[in-house]
């Protein structure tokens, strides 16, 4: 009997510690939450306040570009958002070869990539934009029927 009481006595004991150990650690969680908390309500009230700035910055950014707009008759915007003039390719000596191709298998269809894949100078065309001449002069006929999407070019 008195070694039961003994190991009872213990495990009571231990349960104590285990107990005031959770305790303890249940504290230093919740002192981590609060500093997690008072963190980031720190860094909300920071970024609220750099977008304030962020606003009053733009609006003073607009009145400059309007008075330099005033002053030039041309704002900053007009002057950034203007692209150099492209060139143009004259492209009647490649239509031309691509008509005589096409002409020597009347008959057959294309699509667009084949042409592409065929003459690799016409990368980054349009092809329907560049064999627009040749259909409106009526050397190249079109095939829709599969749909607007598998437009297929050829030559009667």
């Known amino acids: 009997m008195r070694m039961i009481r003994k190991v009872q006595q213990g495990t ?3 349960n104590a510690i285990a107990k005031k150990a959770l305790e303890e650690i249940q504290k230093i969680e ?11 309500e720190s860094l909300q009230q920071v970024k609220a306040n750099i977008l304030d700035r962020m606003e009053e910055l733009q609006h003073q950014l607009a009145q400059v570009d309007n008075a330099i ?25 490649e239509r031309d070869r691509v008509a005589r191709w096409m002409v020597a298998r009347k008959g057959e269809r294309f699509m667009a990539g084949d042409l592409a894949k065929e003459f ?3 990368d980054g065309f349009k092809i329907s ?28």
């Open 69 to 93: 707009t005033m002053i030039t008759g041309a704002g900053s915007k007009a002057s950034a958002s203007r692209q150099p003039k492209r060139t143009y390719r004259n492209l009647d000596e």
């Open 120 to 122: 690799p100078e016409l």
């Open 30 to 40: 919740d002192e981590a939450k609060q500093k997690k908390f008072a963190q980031l």
């Open 12 to 14: 009571l004991a231990d």
């Open 129 to 156: 934009l560049f064999l627009k001449p040749l259909m409106q002069a009526g050397t190249v006929k079109t095939d829709d029927s599969e749909g607007h999407r598998r437009m297929r070019y050829f030559v009667e």
